[in-house]
């Protein structure tokens, strides 16, 4: 298993799934059956890759024979019968939504996601929930209470995190698409990882309705694809307006798919310096050079550029992200979700359950979270993050109105690390150096495959203004026509 694999064949993409369901040579239900085969066969359960946490394969093919029988509509959606794992923190009605924690441990929802019931009234069949670490914190996937993911591509090295899960089974040709969530690179990081497609919207672009809060102003749900269509074709599924969600942005959605094929003569790609260090693996750092290359001779303009402000994302994001989970996490108190464990009295109960329900990293977070924002501190910290936020902000905005449409970095400043590699946990942080900054400023991103070192995925990243989706992929479509079987070598 440690080979690295091309993506799925053509006729277990998504598109290639959803128009032999509308042709009629394939059923939903057979679809779905042929997902849990693939997934048996790269053995994506506990035993083997713990990629996929919840599924009821017998009732997940049932609901799928009901499409075909009973809504005749959802058969002719865009993705009928198209087989989807989803990140264990956005709400599902039929399986768990644990976060990957023991607090929320057979915790089941009683109202769906919107970008759950988007994909289903496309006509897609949701397999699945996936491995993910606690409560989204982390970026291995090592910290879920149920275990650690390992890596399709190395089964001795993490997947990436936080949506490991996700990024696991689409990489090992479960599903062709999969959600996860991002708040500071978590699904553009274990696509990279992985060897496939990650996608972090603009924030505002798809509803959070339905996702678990880790930090308000961060979040945002992500999408993995086998390939950039299949990732474009889940993200124009799940956008838009939701009045559920006051963030969510009355902005049209564009058909990004329809973005394959576009032109990328006199597109400006911007070469931040800042994500290209000294210390970057030169292997990596050839790897971009090579797509870069790949953009000019479609007829775009290569510029250097600088984001002055990079190297401050990561003390800010590791100030803002755990003051705001420390205010979302203070909901799981033993009394209104999942598991209690009772003490001598109320408070004796929140802390009990609180102690026994949290993990390591998730209390680390509510503890830091809780001195930036007290009294004595919050000028010192949570303001100051707030006000350098601002910068980094302003750096995107300054370059792309500069002329810049796009700016190409690498995702990572390494490929997969071992499992069990990274015990100190602010050498785990720095996995997200050339992530968090999009998270910060609210811009969207996407992580592709650009090849590999040692046999190992490396991710190229795309970074388009607010709401330029359609751009960033038009782009990302050309690069993977661009390079080829070269992205996987
Ligand atoms: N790795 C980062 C963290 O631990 C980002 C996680 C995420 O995007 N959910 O917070």
């Known amino acids: 298993m440690s080979e690295h694999r091309a993506p799925l064949p053509p006729e277990t993409s998504a598109r290639g799934i959803a128009e032999r369901v ?7 239900e057979r679809a779905a059956r042929e997902a849990f085969a693939r997934g048996d066969q790269a053995k994506v359960g506990p035993e083997g890759l713990n990629a996929l946490l919840w599924s009821d394969r017998a009732a997940t093919v049932a609901a799928a024979h009901g499409h075909g029988t009973q809504s005749d509509f959802v058969d002719r959606g865009e993705l009928a019968g198209v087989p989807i794992a989803v990140k264990d923190n956005i ?37 699945g929930k996936t491995n993910m670490d606690e409560f989204a914190m982390g970026s291995s996937t090592e910290n879920s209470a149920f275990g650690p993911t390992r890596n399709p591509r190395d089964c001795s090295r993490v997947p990436g995190g936080s949506s490991g899960g996700s990024a696991a089974v689409v990489a090992a040709g479960m599903v062709p698409i999969a959600l996860g969530s991002e708040t500071g690179g978590s ?12 996608v972090k919207p603009t924030y505002g672009r798809v509803s959070r309705y339905g996702l678990v809060a880790f930090a308000s102003s961060l979040d945002q749900i992500g999408v993995f694809g086998a390939t950039v269509d299949d990732a474009a074709l889940a993200l124009q599924t799940i956008a ?12 049209p959605v564009e058909r990004y798919a329809e973005a394959a094929g576009a032109s990328l ?32 001779s479609l007829g775009a303009e290569v510029r250097d550029v600088s984001l002055p402000h990079t190297d401050l994302a990561i003390p800010v994001y590791y100030i803002v992200a755990p003051a705001e989970a420390s205010s979302n996490l203070a909901r799981f108190d033993g009394v209104r979700y999942g598991v209690r464990v009772p003490g001598d009295g109320l408070a004796a109960t929140y802390e009990a359950t609180r102690s026994r329900g949290f ?24 303001r100051k993050a707030q006000q350098v936020r601002t910068l980094i902000a302003d750096d ?15 995702t990572t400043p390494s490929p997969a690390f071992p499992i069990g590699a990274k015990a100190d946990p602010y050498e785990m942080y720095l996995s997200d150096i050339f992530t968090a900054t999009a998270n910060l400023a609210g811009v969207p991103a996407m992580s592709q495959p650009i090849g590999t070192v040692d046999g190992l995925p490396i991710g190229g990243q795309l970074i388009a203004p607010h709401f330029d989706e359609a751009r960033m992929f038009g782009a990302a479509y050309a690069l993977e026509a661009a390079l080829g079987a070269e992205a996987l070598r």
Not at 22 to 28: E, P, Q
Not at 359 to 382: N, P, Q
């Open 396 to 410: 995107f905005r300054t370059v792309f109105a500069s002329g810049v449409h796009l700016l190409f970095t690498p």
């Open 22 to 28: 509308r042709a009629g040579d394939l059923t939903a």
């Open 91 to 127: 709400a599902t009605l039929s399986l768990p939504t644990s976060c990957g924690s023991r607090i929320l441990e057979g915790y089941v929802s009683p109202f769906e996601a919107t970008a759950i019931t988007r994909l289903r009234n496309a006509g897609a069949t949701i397999v």
């Open 359 to 382: 993990g390591k990293e998730v209390t680390r977070r509510i503890l830091l979270g809780a001195y930036v924002l007290s009294a004595g501190y919050y000028d010192a910290y949570y």
């Open 265 to 296: 003569s006199g597109l400006v790609v911007g070469r931040p310096k800042e994500y290209f260090p000294e210390f970057l693996d030169a292997r990596i750092r050839e790897k971009c050079d090579r797509a870069f290359d790949a953009f000019r």
């Open 187 to 198: 699904v553009r990081q274990p696509a990279a990882f992985c060897g496939i497609v990650g």
């Open 240 to 251: 838009g307006r939701d009045v559920m969600d006051a963030t969510s942005a009355d902005l």
